[in-house]
């Protein structure tokens, strides 16, 4: 199979051309590693605007549900970020 962009050939079970991009050096661990520092960032952020919004209101019925979501939502885009961070930056 040869590469649309370079017209080089490429391995039939090849996801992205290695002439291309370069071969992948970058261990699974790593990826994961990114992922788990972006959560991390990501709770954090969230913790923090939980702590924020806890001191201005009280424990209401609606701020219950904010208190819940956000660092859950926080944590779960940090991930992602992180995730597609590492893989970006495969060497």
């Known amino acids: 199979m040869r590469c649309a962009k370079c017209g080089l050939e490429v391995p039939e079970d090849a996801i992205y051309c ?5 071969e992948r ?7 994961m590693r990114g992922g788990l520092k972006g959560g991390t960032i990501g709770l ?9 919004v806890l001191a201005l209101y009280d424990l209401e019925r609606g ?3 904010i208190v819940l979501i956000v660092p859950i939502g926080t944590f779960a885009t940090g991930l992602i970020i992180g995730l597609v961070k590492a893989k970006r930056e495969w060497k």
Do not use: R
């Open 18 to 22: 290695p002439h291309c991009i370069g």
């Open 44 to 52: 954090g952020i969230g913790l923090a605007i939980v702590t924020a």
């Open 25 to 31: 050096t970058t261990s699974d661990g790593e990826v």
């Open 63 to 65: 701020i219950k549900a």
